[in-house]
């Protein structure tokens, strides 16, 4: 159940010295919910750091404690878990039970205290959330990392019965879950009320439940997936070739709202080969999901267009992105190059293909430039690794959570998640050895 943290969960320290100012004491009310609304909506920990600053400040205003998961407004959706390297994994002895964030717009760091870690492993990340499974019982929980508070699903070990039939009859219940494991979490939050889905990579099914089930239950059909997708807002985004046609399908997937029946995919858009090829990855850019391809087979320039315009059959690409630069991995994040000063902006952060190395791609121009020194590309040269490579290790998931960065040689070792098949237990899973 939500509620407030219990004495497991994450701790974010904050100055709690009470202010005596009579200048922070005399702002009137309506001021101080004004100020108080436009920093939330920016950025949580301003929030938060606003109302400690005096009693006043914080009477007069909302409370994330308690509410962080079960309202939107109170989740770091900016705010990514940051990869250590050096093999040090979340909850890895040397940490002492912190874990640091890092501030996709601002680049500011946080440092959080979770204990957690030492008991559960982290699957997903949803909108700033952390989608964990505890060791012992395999239940899944979303914990919000600077509110500490956590929201309890069922256990992730319910669904192997429904399951069974879509294995070897060789795999063993731990090899099952393994399976299970590897996910794209989509919520969606009602006056208090949440709904929670699982879609699943190697099923082509998703499951959802509420904090309230016993167990998660499992779609009666299959998505087709050909490419990584997004989940945000509810709303999971996948894309699919045709085999004839060759044609770019998009589909989307809801999370029902209480009370609602889950419903199949649906398409919203489709795309000719003229207009748009593969491989395709899709990417939330301040208020808009971005559909990045490439032009042609030779796969040299890259295009980017609006979901929105696709949906309409508006194909306009998008000539820049500001300040904004996309890193694209397993999955694709967006930051702005005010937080990575060594990144120019409108560009995308990808590994270039035909080619065997990361380098970013300029919108507006169309031209390619390397992006990462040598011990940042084979990762066997002794130096440090530059914040670049530490966000594009954010871009996979099957490496973000194991104390490992990504490097050319270790990524080309194969798609990153089927790593997460090779740890079958949690703990396994947590450490990656």
């Known amino acids: 159940m939500a509620g407030g943290p219990p004495s497991s969960s994450p701790a974010l320290t904050v100055n709690s010295e009470v ?155 731990r090899r099952r879950l393994a399976f299970l494991r590897c996910i794209y979490t989509a919520a969606t939050f009602a006056d208090g009320a949440v709904t929670v889905m699982l879609v699943f990579n190697f099923l082509f099914r998703v499951a959802i439940a509420t904090p309230q089930d016993q167990q998660w239950t499992i779609s009666t059909w299959y998505y087709k997936i050909g490419q990584p997708l997004l989940s945000t807002q509810g709303k999971t985004y996948v894309v699919y070739e045709t085999s004839v046609e060759r044609t770019l399908k998009i589909y989307q997937i809801d999370t029902p709202l209480p009370n609602e029946v889950l419903q199949p995919p649906k398409l919203i858009a489709t795309c000719t080969a003229d207009k748009l090829r593969q491989p395709v990855y899709f990417v939330k850019c301040d208020s808009e999901v971005l559909v990045i391809g490439h032009s042609d087979i030779s796969l040299s320039n890259i295009l980017v267009y609006k979901l929105a315009d696709l949906v309409m059959e508006r194909y306009i690409p998008v000539t820049s992105i500001g300040d904004k630069a996309i890193f694209i991995q397993e999955r694709a994040l967006s930051a702005s190059t005010k937080a990575l000063p060594t990144v120019m902006g409108d560009t995308i952060i990808y590994t270039r293909p035909m080619e065997d190395y990361h380098a970013q791609y300029h919108i507006s121009s169309g031209t390619w430039l390397p992006t990462m020194n040598q011990c940042s590309i084979l990762g066997t040269e002794q130096g440090p690794c530059s914040l670049v490579q530490h966000i594009i290790t954010c871009c996979s998931r099957g490496h973000w959570n194991k104390g490992v960065l990504v490097s050319r040689k270790k990524y080309n070792s194969g798609w990153p998640c089927f790593q997460q098949l090779q740890w079958p237990i949690a703990k396994d899973l947590r450490r990656g050895a």
Request: net charge positive.
């Open 19 to 173: 202010s005596t100012s009579p200048w922070a004491s005399s702002l009137p009310d309506d001021l101080v919910r004004q100020v108080a609304s436009r920093l939330l909506a920016g950025d949580l920990l301003h929030y938060v750091r606003f109302r400690a600053v005096c009693r006043p400040w914080r009477s007069g205003t909302a409370s994330p404690g308690g509410r962080g998961v079960v309202e939107p407004r109170f989740h770091p959706r900016r705010w990514m878990m940051f990869p250590e390297g050096n093999g040090l994994y979340p909850g890895h002895p040397n940490l002492h039970g912190y874990v640091r964030f890092f501030n996709l717009d601002t680049g500011a760091f946080v440092r959080a205290r979770i204990p957690l870690f030492q008991d559960h492993c982290v699957l997903d990340s949803y909108e700033g959330l952390l989608v964990l499974q505890r060791d012992h019982d395999t239940a899944i929980r979303l914990l919000n990392p600077l509110t500490g508070d956590i929201l309890d699903l069922p256990p992730l070990s319910t669904l192997l019965p429904q399951t069974r039939q879509k294995f070897p009859k060789r795999f063993r219940a």
